[in-house]
């Protein structure tokens, strides 16, 4: 318990100190990303929803300006597994050719209605 704590710790720091505008996660999350949004802080943390939810696959913002893709591990080759993979990209493609968070979100409003 005390590795996973510091792990979750470690990784919260790491996340502060490179203010990453994109963060991808694959695999498990054996219920700790919940612990990790704790120790960062946030002052907002707002999941996109989509207009046909997909599972496996979650968007959400950081703070407003941290985009935080989840998705399954690429070593798992499930259907749904790698169509929840090839939507993250889609969206991620989406994100970077907007100037701003504020763009993201209202690109993917009007994509989303």
């Known amino acids: 318990m005390y590795l996973q704590e510091l792990s ?9 100190d490179t203010q990453p505008r994109v963060i991808f996660f694959v695999g498990q999350y054996h219920n700790n990303f919940p612990k990790l949004e704790e120790k960062l802080h946030l002052t907002s943390n707002d999941r996109l929803l989509l207009k046909e939810p997909i599972d496996k696959f979650s968007m959400k913002i950081w703070n407003d300006e941290i985009l935080i893709l989840r998705v ?38 009007h994509k989303l209605k």
Request: aromatic share 10%; glycine share 0%; proline share 4%.
């Open 8 to 16: 979750i710790l470690n990784l919260s720091q790491q996340i502060k």
């Open 72 to 109: 399954p591990h690429p070593a798992h080759f499930s259907r749904i597994s790698n169509q929840a993979r090839n939507v993250v990209l889609e969206y991620f493609k989406i994100f970077d050719q907007c100037e701003t968070m504020a763009e993201f979100k209202e690109v993917i409003h």
